[in-house]
């Protein structure tokens, strides 16, 4: 994995790609301010000894999944008593508040800018599940933007299989070798070299150094959306 500012043969790459995909939570927006309010709220609401969480407990879990936020909320497991309530009850919370707080990441509004005045696509592939996905896209003005949005239950099998990604080539009209997957999971980067596209690690997600990103084979990584942009507007880049 290499960062954006190396050199690695990246004039044919970039003159390859039609597409850019963004994984959803922690790539494209912060969507945790919203997940802590809503998780927060059923703790209250269930009493208890159970302390409030901070943006710090739930930046590093938010990649994870509701189920993970969860268990770090009341120290159950997804197996254990209550579990199954507990959850269906965050998930009705954040759906209530799903955009409160949530906003781009600093910087990406100029990264789509100019990837439409490029006259490329980009597009959503995510693991939220598309009665939350779609309802946020809209909210946030960017559903009639996006050439695809690919939910977590939009194919069989989600993220790190590849099949929504290649669900969303189709949707575009275009092939794996032409599309750069940029996300801020593990998974994500799996999904996307197992499709045959281009991956790059989004660090300004909700990914930490222990998780060790370097090690995931990713072609790229971003520290900030800036470096999203700057790789955008380098002058070695050429459209297909």
Not at 111 to 119: C, D, G, K, S, Y
């Amino acid at each position: 994995m290499e960062e954006f500012s190396a050199h690695r043969s990246r004039t044919n790459l970039l003159g390859e790609f039609r597409a850019i995909l963004f994984d959803l939570d922690g790539t494209l927006v912060d969507t945790a301010p919203d997940l802590l309010f809503a998780l927060n709220q059923v703790i209250v609401e269930e009493g208890g000894d159970k302390p409030l969480l901070s943006l710090g407990d739930i930046r590093p879990l938010v990649s994870h999944g509701g189920r993970a936020m969860v268990q770090r909320g009341f120290g159950i497991t997804p197996e254990g008593p209550g579990f199954a309530r507990l959850f269906e009850r965050f998930l009705n919370a954040y759906r209530d508040n799903i955009a409160n707080h949530t906003r781009l990441f600093p910087g990406m509004e100029r990264v789509l800018a100019q990837i439409e005045v490029r006259t490329m696509l980009w597009g959503v592939v995510t693991n939220k599940s598309g009665w939350l996905a779609n309802p946020l896209m809209a909210a946030l003005g960017l559903a009639h933007r996006a050439a695809c949005i690919v939910s977590g239950d939009t194919t069989v099998h989600r993220k790190p299989y590849p099949d929504p990604l290649l669900f969303a080539c189709r949707q575009l009209g275009t092939i794996p070798k032409h599309c750069l997957y940029i996300g801020d999971a593990a998974r994500d980067i799996e999904a996307g070299l197992r499709a045959g596209m281009h991956t790059a690690v989004a660090l300004f997600g909700y990914v930490s150094s222990s998780e060790e990103p370097e090690r995931w084979g990713a072609d790229y990584v971003f520290s900030s959306p800036r470096d999203i942009f700057d790789w955008l507007v380098d002058s070695s880049f050429s459209m297909v």
